[in-house]
């Protein structure tokens, strides 16, 4: 077994647990669907970090091509992305004491700025990982930057205003759709 085998399994199992908690959190709101007050926004954003779960993981092997000498350091650097990516996916439904929440609405516009802090440092790591393995230049990101800039208006705005926040949500969720399809056809 060689070193991205080695990292690939704990890749895969960081992001297979963020997967299994979105997954985990969807059937509980199903399950108790007529106890729950559902929230549009909350929907969308966790299709979004669900869909970049799915993405890393997808994109994960082109490290195998990317990276010729694995250290600890950089196998950590990585799973840094999907550690972030787990806490995410984590925080997206109420566990522990909030367990039995049922307004997600609330729980959303509780939770949103550090859903937003954590999603902003994903892209700062996504940014870094593009610079120094894909060997782009930082205004190669200029994507990656707008969305960034697009999260911390939000959190240092404090951005309420539930349609800024669909409309925001409803935005990535069409460019991850986007970035999946261009990529398929790509591939083709």
Do not use: C
Not at 62 to 80: D, P
Not at 109 to 131: H, T
């Amino acid at each position: 077994m060689d070193a991205f085998e080695y990292f690939v399994v704990m890749s895969s199992l960081i992001l297979g647990l963020g997967i299994a908690q979105i997954l985990m959190g969807f059937s509980d709101l199903v399950a108790h669907y007529q106890k729950v007050k559902f929230s549009l926004t909350h929907i969308i954003y966790a299709i979004v970090v669900f869909i970049i779960h799915l993405q890393d993981w997808w994109y994960s092997y082109q490290y195998s091509v990317q990276v010729e000498n694995w250290t600890l350091l950089l196998a950590l650097f990585l799973l840094s992305f999907h550690i972030v990516l787990f806490l995410q996916a984590r925080i997206l439904f109420p566990t522990g004491s909030r367990s039995h929440e049922t307004d997600m609405v609330k729980y959303y516009g509780e939770n949103w700025r550090l859903l937003y802090s954590l999603g902003s440092i994903a892209i700062v790591l996504a940014i870094l990982k593009n610079i120094f393995l894909s060997g782009l230049t930082i205004g190669e990101n200029y994507l990656q930057l707008i969305y960034l800039g697009a999260y911390i208006v939000f959190i240092v705005l404090n951005v309420k205003n539930f349609y800024a926040h669909v409309i925001f949500v409803t935005l990535q969720l069409m460019i991850w759709i986007l970035v999946i399809v261009s990529d398929q056809y790509i591939l083709r």
